[in-house]
């Protein structure tokens, strides 16, 4: 217990606690905010989720790592939803740029980029 | 003697839990031709008591998965495809043919997921979480089994003692109450992919096929049906 204080602390102290996961990832609050918006969608959580993407982004390009997969796709896909539709094809570039392997899916979302509009 | 137990221990070891290596136990994951670049995550399919299980699950899926190598197509996003066909929980999901994920979302393969358990047991002194889990993991293109784990674990969550009795029943009622899941499911899908090869974005991608993991019947009993 003592020495997690420790670490705590002397963490906050040192670098303002950019933690870098196992795979050379900073995800930020990744799980707390997607959690919160699957268990009460809506306006407040789907704002801190978008704040926590865009937190990952600036944060990896600080720190000069990659972006995790599937971030610069999912904030696209929440500009998409609120009809910011040129910064969400940006969004999509990244992506594509550093995952090839996503292209058959963003252009997926592409072609439909009115998300739930038909209800 | 100490070789001679030594040699006690391997065999005892060897006897109760099944030793491979990475390599032997999933070959596909190092072959050329069947080793997936991309996942496509299927919601959690939850047989578990605990209503919010599915969301802790999905919610911590992708760090685990991504940080092995993968490319995880975003689960929030395709979950919404899901919703939007009528597609809610895993369970209708697993009847879609896995040729489709290739055609439509352009992925190699498809994580299906079961939680089996999430029973948290509150013991007085003492609280924790039994979680039962198998994840399979499925070729898009000819449906075959790239990787599976099973398992059952209890994740203690009543933190450390203050050395009164009264004060330590106090704190495990209240952290049983505020108790944050999200690192137990962490800690859960961690020791799952463990045992799971390294994918195209990990630097020790192909290097690891000589590691040995334990397995114990997992992979077995991850592929029985459900029931």
């Known amino acids: ?119 | 003697m100490k070789l001679i137990s030594t040699i006690a221990l391997v065999f005892l070891i060897s006897a109760c839990a099944e030793v491979e290596t990475k390599g032997q136990a999933f070959p596909k994951m190092y072959s050329e031709t069947d080793k997936p670049v991309s996942i496509v995550v299927v919601p959690a399919i939850n047989n578990s008591t605990a209503a919010d299980a599915a969301n802790l699950v999905n919610s911590t899926l992708t760090i685990p998965f991504a940080d092995n190598g993968y490319y995880v197509l975003p689960v929030s996003i395709v979950s919404d495809i899901f919703r939007r066909e009528g597609l809610i929980e895993g369970s209708q999901i697993t009847g879609i043919p896995l040729s489709m994920f290739k055609t439509s979302f352009g992925a190699d393969s498809v994580l299906y997921i079961t939680i089996n358990k999430w029973d948290t047991n509150y013991i007085v002194l003492a609280a924790n979480v039994t979680v039962g889990m198998s994840y399979v993991l499925r070729s898009t293109t000819d449906s075959a089994v790239l990787w599976s784990y099973d398992q059952e674990i209890v994740v203690d969550t009543s933190g450390d003692s203050t050395g009164f009795l009264l004060a330590d029943i106090i704190k495990t009622a209240v952290t049983t109450a505020m108790t944050d899941y999200i690192p137990i499911a962490r800690q859960v899908n961690a020791t799952a992919v463990a045992t799971m090869p390294y994918g195209k974005y990990h630097p020790l991608n192909n290097t690891d096929a000589g590691a040995k993991v334990v397995l114990k019947k997992s992979k077995e009993k991850a592929l029985a049906p459900a029931g």
């Open chain 1, 1 to 119: 217990m003592k020495i997690k204080v420790l670490a705590v602390i002397l963490c906050i102290g040192l670098v303002g606690c950019t933690t870098v996961s196992p795979g050379g990832y900073y995800w930020g609050k990744y799980s707390y905010t997607y959690h919160d918006l699957l268990k009460n969608p809506g306006e407040t959580t789907r704002a801190a989720h978008e704040a926590t993407l865009k937190d990952i982004i600036t944060k990896s390009k600080e720190k000069d790592l990659r972006t995790p997969p599937g971030i610069h796709a999912e904030l696209g896909n929440l500009l998409s939803d609120a009809d910011k539709n040129d910064e969400a094809v940006a969004q999509y570039q990244a992506e594509r740029d550093l995952y090839p392997e996503s292209a058959i899916f963003l252009q997926r979302l592409l072609v439909k980029p009115k998300t739930g509009a038909e209800e």
